[in-house]
Antibody, heavy 119, light 106 residues
Framework: QVQLQESGPGLVRPSETLSLICTVSGDSMSNYYWSWIRQSPGKGLEWIGY???????NYNPSLKSRVTISVDTAKNQFSLTLKSVTAADTAVYYC?????????????WGQGTLVTVSS | DIQLTQSPSSLSASVGDSITITCQAS??????LNWYQQKPGKAPKLLIY???DLETGVPSRFSGSGSGTSFSLRISGLQPEDIATYYC????????FGQGTRLEIK
């Protein structure tokens, strides 16, 4: 059974950088895409971007200038950095396995971690 | 971006009822539409993928249909554990989600 777990600071100051890690267990990261998704009361569920196990990435155009997603298959982890955060980036951040085969779907999710942007 | 509009935004039904939630896409997306269930404080859970395929382990009272721009999720024989918010999500282009439908049990 694949399990994902987010970790990182719950509080980030405005204008600073948000950094989260997702640790994957129960399966290899190979041959899968891995996504970050966030959920805020104001914007609902928003896909941030994905990384393939090879390191290839694709980002939501609305966040692309501030986002980096990377992967470390040796540690079975992938990470999110979001620069220059504002209060609008306050959300629950989820990592998810992004199944990309005959169809696409987010089939396994982490439990989510709340990140608050505040001074 | 492809916009997804769900209706209704909320509904109340009784145990044993059948309900339908609809999802309208702003562009043609073939069958690239998934449905998720989210309970309070939990992550979304995949129910239906590719518009009508039931995810492994999901009860058969859940079903999906549609293609193109119009889709629906049906729950036949509501159970108390179905209290949740339901989201559609498309993969016709970069992923987007509907705004959600909150289901309450009378």
């Amino acid at each position: 059974q694949v399990q994902l777990q987010e970790s990182g600071p719950g509080l980030v100051r405005p204008s600073e950088t948000l950094s989260l890690i997702c640790t994957v267990s129960g399966d290899s990261m190979s041959n899968y895409y891995w996504s970050w998704i966030r959920q805020s009361p104001g914007k609902g569920l928003e896909w941030i971007g994905y990384v393939y196990y090879s390191g290839y990435t694709n980002y939501n155009p609305s966040l692309k200038s501030r986002v980096t997603i990377s992967v470390d298959t040796a540690k079975n982890q992938f990470s999110l950095t979001l620069k220059s955060v504002t209060a609008a980036d306050t959300a629950v951040y989820y990592c998810a396995r992004h199944y990309y085969g005959s169809g696409q779907r987010f089939d396994y999710w982490g439990q989510g971690t709340l990140v608050t942007v505040s001074s | 971006d492809i916009q997804l509009t769900q209706s209704p935004s909320s509904l109340s039904a009784s145990v044993g009822d059948s309900i339908t939630i609809t999802c309208q896409a702003s562009q043609h997306i073939n069958d690239k539409l998934n449905w998720y269930q989210q309970k309070p404080g939990k992550a979304p859970k995949l129910l239906i993928y590719d518009a009508s395929d039931l995810e492994t382990g999901v009860p058969s009272r859940f079903s999906g249909s549609g293609s193109g721009t119009s889709f629906s999720l049906r729950i036949s024989g509501l159970q108390p554990e179905d209290i949740a918010t339901y989201y559609c999500q498309q993969f016709g282009s970069l992923p987007t989600f509907g705004q959600g439908t909150r289901l309450e049990i009378k």
